[in-house]
Structure formats: structure tokens, C-alpha cells
């Protein structure tokens, strides 16, 4: 099994920062990819950021500029940078894991952008 645990949500005002970090552990070998999405209220969950285990990253149309994944795989982590935060941006952040083609979801964590 594969086991996913998000930190580094919380409330920000627009214009700031936040990092997100996802510590995958378990089952964790053969890894495809590992990225991030979000989903607003009343909205469908989409994808934000992944990037793929030979480091190649791709970034939503509406983050691209802004935030930027990264991963440590001697920590079996991987992090979002998001910059330049927007009230747009406010949603529940979820990590997702996809490994030998079936992917593993973490249990989210909220980023609000408010003044």
C-alpha cells in the first residue's frame, strides 16, 4: 500500500506563499509520477502540477509562472511552491501518487487565499 501525508495548507492573503509537502511511504517503488490538484467548491477537481519520476515537470495554464513542483526522493517527498497566490487559487490541494499505472491520493489540505 502506499500511504500519502499533505502539509503546509493554511490561509494566505493574495499576493503570498505557501509550500506544500507530500511524504509518500510504503509501497513506493516503480513511481510514474507524482503531482498535485485541487479542488474548489462545487467544482470538479483538477490537475494543477506533476512531475514524472525523470524529473519532467507540467503545470496548469493558470499556475504556470506562479508555482513550481519540485520532489526529494531521498525523502520520498515532493513539494508545490505557489507564488503570487490569488482568491482563484482557494481550494483543498491533493497529492496524487500513481505508480505501475494506478494512482494513490493523499487526504488533502486546504489553501485559502483571503485578505
Known amino acids: 500500500q502506499v500511504q500519502l501525508v499533505e502539509s503546509g495548507g493554511g490561509l494566505v492573503q493574495p499576493g503570498g506563499s505557501l509550500r506544500l509537502s507530500c511524504a509518500a511511504s510504503g509501497s513506493i517503488f516503480s513511481i510514474n509520477s507524482m503531482g498535485w490538484y485541487r479542488q474548489a467548491p462545487g467544482q470538479q477537481r483538477e490537475r494543477v502540477a506533476f512531475i514524472t519520476s525523470d524529473g519532467t515537470t507540467n503545470y496548469a495554464d493558470s499556475v504556470k509562472g506562479r508555482f513550481s513542483i519540485s520532489r526529494d526522493n531521498a525523502k520520498n517527498t515532493v513539494y508545490l511552491q505557489m507564488n503570487s497566490l490569488k482568491p482563484e487559487d482557494t481550494a483543498v490541494y491533493y497529492c496524487?501518487?500513481?505508480?505501475?499505472?494506478?494512482?494513490?491520493w493523499g487526504q488533502g489540505t486546504q489553501v485559502t487565499v483571503s485578505s
Open positions: 496524487k501518487l500513481v505508480r505501475s499505472g494506478l494512482g494513490y
